[in-house]
């Protein structure tokens, strides 16, 4: 029986924690996302994901959940997942040739206790050709994902730098979330590599 549960469906969340060899359970929790854009970044993405493990955590006992969220910010708004095509475009566009913070907050949540903690990453894009958003727009990558690309995919081929933590990212800051479940007792061993099995 393992010790975490991942309150997340995110099969990119998913692999970063599989990445550092930590047995887990997934258990998505589907709870309403809906919050006010008047609050900071920070604060909306922490508020997130710890409704999100809150909702799983309430079913269980003597577990480490984890929930996450994750928004990009480019002049000051906020970018959730697009809705459409067209939205999707707008937000590559208004991305092209500038830097955006990424903010990933997560919420671990073990019996009565609750932490919450946030990474911010500065992300700088080049500027995109109409045809190279068109392209992207195509592969469908784009439309499940924050700010409409995903680093880890094709959308790295419009990255040119990052100031913070990758897997920030992606979704889930895995070296700030270890050492949050070690300060918060857990003691469990990491699996066996793929290569030693």
């Known amino acids: 029986m393992t010790d975490i549960i991942l309150a997340s469906g995110s099969p990119r969340r998913k692999e970063l924690l599989q990445q550092i ?43 480490y959940v984890i929930g996450a969220d994750t928004v990009v910010v ?45 990474e911010k990453t500065n992300v700088t894009f080049w500027e995109l050709l109409d045809e190279d958003i068109e392209a992207y727009l195509d592969s469908g990558e784009p439309f499940d994902k924050a700010g409409a690309y995903g680093i880890q995919g094709l959308g790295a081929v419009h990255v040119k730098s990052i100031e913070g933590d990758y897997f920030s990212v992606v979704g889930l800051p ?15 061993r990491s699996t066996s590599s793929p290569s030693e099995k």
């Open 74 to 118: 480019q002049d000051g708004v906020v970018l959730g997942k697009p809705k459409d095509r067209d939205e999707a475009r707008h937000m590559l566009k208004k991305l092209s040739g500038h830097t955006h913070a990424v903010y990933t907050g997560v919420a671990i949540i073990h019996n009565d206790d609750t932490f919450t903690f946030y």
């Open 174 to 188: 895995i070296a700030s979330l270890y050492r949050h479940l070690k300060r918060l007792g857990f003691n469990g």
């Open 21 to 63: 060899h930590l047995p887990f359970t997934v258990q998505t929790s589907h709870v309403d996302e809906t919050i006010s854009n008047e609050l900071s970044p920070e604060d909306i993405v922490t508020q997130l994901a710890e409704r999100k493990a809150r909702a799983v955590a309430a079913e269980v006992s003597n577990k």
